[in-house]
């Protein structure tokens, strides 16, 4: 959850702006503005970027977690490459 949101809160600024120019759906942006307003992705909240980081430090922690940490990289991306077959029924 915390990781939607720090991700959310980096692309804020940028959705917002497609908002307002019309590149997002007049019904969808509409939507979309409403959550972007929420106080959790205003820019004097800093819990969300300290989970984020906290997150990410332990991610890091020690040599074998920085390995672990690449091996499931891969299996990630294995995987979206196998779902995206899926869905496209490829």
């Known amino acids: 959850y915390m990781l939607l949101l720090s991700a959310v809160n980096v692309a804020r600024e940028r959705l ?3 908002c307002e120019a019309g590149k997002i759906d007049a019904i969808a942006a509409e939507k979309l503005k409403k ?3 929420s106080p959790l992705l205003l820019q004097d909240n800093t819990s969300i970027g300290a989970a984020s980081q906290k997150l990410h ?4 922690q020690d040599s074998d977690s920085r390995s672990s940490l690449w091996e ?3 299996r990630t ?3 979206f490459r ?5 869905q ?3």
């Open 72 to 74: 499931a990289r891969m």
């Open 57 to 60: 430090d332990h991610a890091i």
């Open 82 to 86: 196998i779902m995206n077959c899926v």
């Open 88 to 90: 496209c029924n490829k």
């Open 77 to 79: 991306r294995d995987l």
């Open 16 to 18: 917002l702006r497609d």
């Open 35 to 37: 959550v972007l307003d």
